[in-house]
């Protein structure tokens, strides 16, 4: 039996697209998720954050987006004095306005 205690998950919709959003949380950190379309692990990224600096590592590189996957992890980190793990799966670029409401619900999602 698999327990879903922790688990978050939730859908943002932004200029016609749709983006799963999910998160599992660890004591000492989380694995972040964002897909489209199909849910696969994408791009990978890890950031490490304690006393206000940040480590980050590309393990699976992107072609495109790669400041945000790495904003995003870092700013995860630095908000959870921990290890973020951050996957993204896209179709298509990011435009300024899917990235922005992409940030807030991530944020949104591991302050609850």
Known sequence: MISQV????????????????????????????ITEG???????VVS??????????????????TIFLKMVSERVALTINGICIFSLNIQKELELESMKVLMDEVMEIIKQ
């Open 6 to 33: 922790g688990y978050r998950k939730k859908t943002a919709k932004v200029n016609q697209r749709d983006f799963l959003v999910q998160m599992v949380p660890f004591d000492n950190g989380n694995f972040i998720s």
């Open 48 to 65: 490490i954050g304690s006393v206000g600096r940040t480590s980050t590592a590309t393990v699976i590189p992107s072609k495109s987006d």
């Open 38 to 44: 199909k849910e696969k692990i994408g791009t990978l």
